[in-house]
């Protein structure tokens, strides 16, 4: 169902608005589901590495070999948007990482590490579909609502996210009673949940958001050019504020994800009980993802560097309350953890709508694409530090040294020339 080429701007935009209300449900759903998988997998894959190699290091592979899938597979997905539409991109990355929950289970079932590692890496994949969703819900937002619309989907998030972890148990008895072992039972659920993302995609992301947008744009006169994913790289030159949004939501991201993934360690060292740390784990989730509509209608309302500024005052204030805190105070370190996501969620949405509203329609998905690259090698990188920090040192130095990537964004959000935005860009 596409509008036809002859019909009034007017009603382009009409039609627009009505696809896009539909197609932000639909990507919520898949988020839903998604989060689901993904949520869930995360535990269960470090649990069951480390269970076969007998080693925590081997726990803490497996989550790197999630985040490689991730960021290796951001621009192919990019380049399937680029050439074939939002719906075959988003459908094809869930598809490979119900692939990769096949995989898993068939490692788990034979011990083999190896399988297992390329079962994570391809379930990563998952992630970089994810990611990739929050950025198709702004193909057609007008340029005062990409905000509140990419804030839903990663609000969406939050359900799969608090849904899977807790679906452990069950779905580890699920996996021994079909005579599997118990934890790959909590990949039969990534894989269904991840079939299922691809399949309600794939169906029912109708008319293709991307696809449509552009329609639009050729029968108003703009431009019919393919783009190209190596012209991203070049297209960036000239964008500056769109450079200093991907610096936005890297810089986001490795802070929360050097504080985030030591804290249990820093915990577990005190011998607080799992039930406690897994307490402040859920707390510092609802802060990444409960509040994302309050922070896209800021976003939209007060203006992308104000609410950046913002987020990173609260990131500073999570690192100074983490690094004050008692291993063994699950209140402080969970109003520290609380902080970091919520810091982290205004980072994601301002930076990610800042690359959305400073780059050319017809270039969004390869900016995109390299935005999310950066995030997620930003993110393994962060974790990797973060661990020798932790080694050679201490939490709390972990925590102190997280401040100095703020420092840095802050000087160049606070530049004057960040809050002069480049000429507006249509959908």
């Not at 390329?118 to 379930?123: A, D, E, I, P, Q």
């Not at 402040?280 to 990444?288: D, F, L």
Request: proline residues 5%.
């Amino acid at each position: 169902m596409t509008a036809p080429a002859d019909v009034s701007a007017e009603s382009r935009a009409e039609y627009a608005e009505v696809v896009q209300r539909r197609s932000v449900r639909v990507l919520s759903a898949g988020q839903v589901l998604g989060g689901i998988a993904v949520a869930g997998s995360i535990p269960a894959g470090a649990l069951l590495a480390a269970s076969i190699a007998d080693s925590e290091a081997a726990a803490g592979i497996a989550q790197t070999f999630g985040v490689l899938g991730a960021a290796l597979l951001a621009l192919p997905l990019a380049r399937i948007a680029l050439s074939k539409g939002r719906r075959p991109a988003l459908a094809t990355g869930y598809g490979i990482g119900a692939v990769g929950a096949a995989i898993v289970i068939s490692g788990a079932v034979t011990r083999s590490l190896i399988l297992i590692y390329g079962g994570c890496l391809l379930v990563g994949v998952a992630s970089a579909a994810g990611y990739q969703a929050r950025y198709a819900a702004t193909d057609l937002a007008t340029p005062t609502s990409r905000a509140k619309a990419l804030s839903w989907v990663v609000w969406a998030a939050t359900i799969g996210a608090v849904l899977g972890p807790n679906l452990l148990n069950a779905s580890g008895l699920l996996g021994l009673r079909l005579g599997l072992p118990q934890l790959s039972g909590p990949y039969l659920v990534t894989g269904v949940a991840l079939a299922a993302a691809a399949l309600v995609l794939f169906l029912f992301l109708r008319p293709d958001p991307y696809l449509l947008a552009s329609g639009h744009r050729e029968a108003a006169g703009g431009s019919t050019v393919k783009p190209r994913l190596r012209d991203g790289i070049e297209h960036l030159r000239s964008r500056p504020r769109a450079i200093l949004g991907i610096a936005i939501i890297s810089i986001g991201h490795v802070v929360m994800v050097m504080v985030m993934v030591m804290t249990p360690v820093h915990m577990a060292h005190v011998d607080v009980t799992l039930q406690l740390i897994g307490l402040v784990i859920s707390v510092h989730i609802a802060g990444m993802y409960a509040f994302s509509p309050v922070v896209g209608w800021a976003v939209d309302r007060y203006g992308r560097i104000q609410i950046t500024a913002v987020s990173i005052g609260v990131l500073v204030a999570a690192c100074l309350i983490c690094a004050a805190a008692p291993a063994d105070n699950v209140v402080i370190l969970g109003i520290g953890l609380f902080l970091l996501g919520l810091g982290w969620s205004g980072t994601l949405i301002a930076g990610s709508t800042m690359v959305t509203d400073e780059t050319e329609p017809t270039e969004r998905p390869a900016v995109q694409g390299l935005s999310d690259l950066a995030m997620n090698v930003a993110g393994a990188l962060g974790g990797v530090v973060a661990g020798l920090i932790v080694w050679g040192s201490s939490y709390p130095v972990l925590c102190l040294a997280a401040l100095f990537p703020l420092a840095g964004l802050a000087v160049a959000v606070a530049n004057p020339a960040c809050r002069q935005h480049s000429n507006a860009r249509s959908i």
